[in-house]
């Protein structure tokens, strides 16, 4: 007789716990119709139980196995597992990585076992294939630059010895990145191994793809991302758990990839925030990633042209093994780049989208037949509409935000819970007639581009413009072949893209990202200026790249300008370390949200009382103060943040984790509390 530990499949706070069963392996071959019966249960196994007080059949998972039953509970009284099944169970090292995530991001133990089991549905119909329209041109491994060699080469010395290693490959845009990840790749399969390529949007996977596809078969490759239907998801993972598919395309999911055997874990822009869950269980996919490589004596390659700061102060200190590649593979120049300041054109009768020097240089790239990419991170045709006379500004009544006007849909639309309203005519708060628009986004970009280009092809790709399936790829489809002009965009345009004929890159608005609420927002200014730069001059002349702004004095527009990330680095890491933020620090986000707005605050202030009181020496407790975003979907929010210093995680995660029970067990409190640990956003 051997007992388990499971994790049943049943989402509350109630039943967030671990349960014991007896597990005889006579008693379930009895009980259950067909299928093998393990002589012992493992970490992982899929079981059915008896659960709750009417004894219902219950999908569980074995999280522990036990040799007798716990202390105090005699085995006469523990209720015994009724059948298995081995064909949808886990690996051992799947389920040690869901208890590891349980402890380290403070989520249900079955949030996160169902990371592992997303791809096992029970779809057994034929489905298309998500990729079958990629055309397959296979090629031959490029021949590599002296940086590109040294890179493969200490990557491949660790994967030949089977040791797990972190490397932090830092190379500018255009430096070869790619064909490093599918050499370093091909030794992994050569190897009989597995590897997982992640890249950070969904709408980089088809161009990543049909690379891998080139050089390795249509066979060889699998893709998991969440834009796959059910039944697509499920024949894929199939594919990868039966060991047809041995390399694993896919954005952050991809991750759980169920690998037998894993040799290579690649995150493409590694800097990227989209790496970070925002939902339930909020995992980090670089975190995972070297989890499950250290459980698999794998290597894991984390690939950027701007490194995240905490990244690289790991490289800094040894933790990461840094990787340089600093010219272009082509050794193309970087795009020269110039910065305009829009406070001067307006000064001079300028009040266009496009300042004169931006006009001049896409007129010059269209006469040289040359394209053009155009950037700015705000979508929709004016940024939000507001009063002169009273300063109000007309918000999403659900989610307490500005709306922006969308020009073709003739309304505003909030970008959260995509509640519309029409255009008011006068205020409503002061009754003014004085309402205006203000700000711009991508459509009205768009308009004005095409008034001053009219012979000129052009695209745009936001949100609202790819809603429909297959529409992003048709674009990139057809820019990639010459027959589109000019392209608009938001970030989209700013990852990955990798096209030669591109001249010139506009950047629209460049200070927008830094008038963001949060620490990073310098970071994330120099990523996306540098990463839209970066897009330009990609074949073998020398590209430009113009960058609009307010504010273009900023230490951070002017290090991008100057394609100086390591000045950069400098100075961030400096004020990192002077206010204590990460990577000095661990942010812990716990926010309290209810339809009424005094409970919510009730409750942040008390458990914000409850951690002053509990914390450590030396532990940080901000708050309660409203989110940014202090209505959402009904709910006020209120936040508190803890900030621990970097040697005190364990024990600030045991606060909350604390915390979370308390405020389980307690009545009257808030509906709903979140935590994040490190959050990519304080709205």
């Not at 049909?210 to 998801?233: I, W």
């Not at 300028?350 to 020097?357: A, G, T």
Request: hydrophobic share 35%; charged share 25%; net charge neutral.
């Amino acid at each position: 007789m051997q007992f388990v530990n499971v994790i049943v499949e049943n989402n509350t706070n109630a039943t967030d716990e671990l349960y014991t069963y007896s597990y005889d392996p006579m008693v379930v071959a009895g009980e259950q119709e067909g299928g093998a019966v393990p002589e012992e249960a493992f970490p992982g196994l899929r079981v059915f139980v008896p659960f709750g007080r009417y004894n219902r059949r219950t999908e569980a998972f074995v999280a522990q196995t036990l040799g007798e039953p716990p202390e105090g509970i005699p085995a006469g009284r523990i209720k015994g597992v009724i059948s298995a099944d081995l064909e949808r169970s886990l690996s051992s090292e799947a389920m040690e990585t869901a208890l590891w995530m349980h402890r380290r991001y403070l989520c249900r133990y079955i949030e996160a076992v169902r990371c592992f089991t997303s791809g096992e549905g029970e779809h057994k119909r034929k489905t298309k294939d998500p990729f079958a329209d990629i055309e397959i041109q296979r090629d031959a491994d490029k021949p590599l630059t002296e940086p590109q060699t040294r890179a493969l080469a200490e990557i491949t010395h660790e994967l030949e010895a089977g040791r797990s290693r972190v490397f932090l490959l830092h190379g500018v845009t255009g430096s070869g990145k790619t064909e490093v990840y599918l050499q370093a790749a091909g030794k992994a399969l050569s190897q009989g191994r597995g590897a997982i390529i992640l890249v950070p949007e969904i709408s980089l996977t088809p161009q990543t793809v049909s690379r891998f596809m080139n050089r390795f078969g249509r066979e060889a490759v699998a893709v998991l991302h969440s834009r796959l239907t059910p039944a697509q998801r499920d024949a894929e993972y199939a594919r990868v758990k039966r060991g047809e598919a041995k390399l694993v395309i896919g954005a952050r999911s991809a991750v759980f990839a169920p690998f037998g055997d894993i040799g290579l874990i690649v995150l493409d822009e590694e800097h990227e925030s989209s790496y970070k869950s925002d939902k339930s269980p909020k995992y980090d996919a670089i975190e995972l990633a070297i989890m499950r490589a250290q459980k698999h004596s794998a290597v894991v390659v984390l690939g950027s042209a701007t490194p995240s700061v905490a990244d690289y102060y790991r490289s800094e200190q040894g933790i990461f093994r840094r990787i340089e590649l600093r010219d272009r593979y082509n050794l193309t120049p970087l795009p020269e780049v110039e910065l305009v300041d829009m406070t001067a054109e307006i000064r001079a009768g300028n009040r266009s989208v496009f300042s004169r020097r931006l006009a001049s240089a896409i007129e010059d790239c269209l006469e040289k037949k040359k394209q053009v990419i155009l950037f700015l991170n705000r979508r929709g045709y004016y940024s939000f509409v507001s009063c002169r006379e009273c300063g109000h500004t007309v918000r999403c009544p659900e989610c307490g935000i500005a709306m922006p006007y969308h020009k073709d849909e003739g309304c505003c639309v909030c970008h959260y819970c995509g509640r519309k309203q029409r255009l008011p005519k006068t205020c409503p708060e002061c009754g003014s007639s004085l309402i205006g628009m203000y700000g711009v986004g991508t459509q009205q970009v768009e308009e004005k581009a095409r008034e001053l280009f009219p012979k000129a092809s052009i695209e745009r790709i936001d949100l609202d413009s790819v809603k429909k399936k297959g529409s992003l790829e048709s674009i990139l489809k057809r820019f990639g072949k010459g027959k589109t002009d000019i392209l608009i965009g938001t970030q989209l345009v700013a990852k990955g893209l990798d096209f030669d004929n591109v001249g010139l890159v506009g950047v629209i608005s460049a200070d927008s990202s830094l008038n963001i609420p949060d620490f990073r927002s310098s970071e994330r200014c120099f990523q996306l200026l540098t990463q839209a730069a970066g897009r330009s001059g990609r074949g073998d002349e020398r590209g430009l790249v113009v960058i609009q702004g307010y504010d273009i004095s900023h230490p951070s527009v002017r290090a991008a300008a100057r394609h100086d990330y390591e000045g950069f680095y400098e100075s961030e890491i400096a004020v990192r370390r002077m206010v204590s933020y990460p990577p000095f620090s661990y942010i812990f986000q716990l926010v309290f949200s209810d339809e009424d707005e005094a409970r919510a605050f009730a409750s942040a202030q008390r458990y914000a009382a409850w951690l002053r009181e509990n914390a450590a020496e030396g532990t940080g407790v901000l708050g309660p103060a409203a989110s940014s975003r202090q209505k959402l979907a009904g709910q006020y929010r209120f936040q508190i943040l803890v900030k621990a210093p970097a040697d005190r995680r364990r024990e600030t995660s045991e606060l909350v984790a604390r915390l979370k029970k308390e405020y389980s067990a307690a009545e009257g409190e808030a509906a709903l509390l979140t935590t994040d640990i490190n959050p990519f956003s304080f709205a």
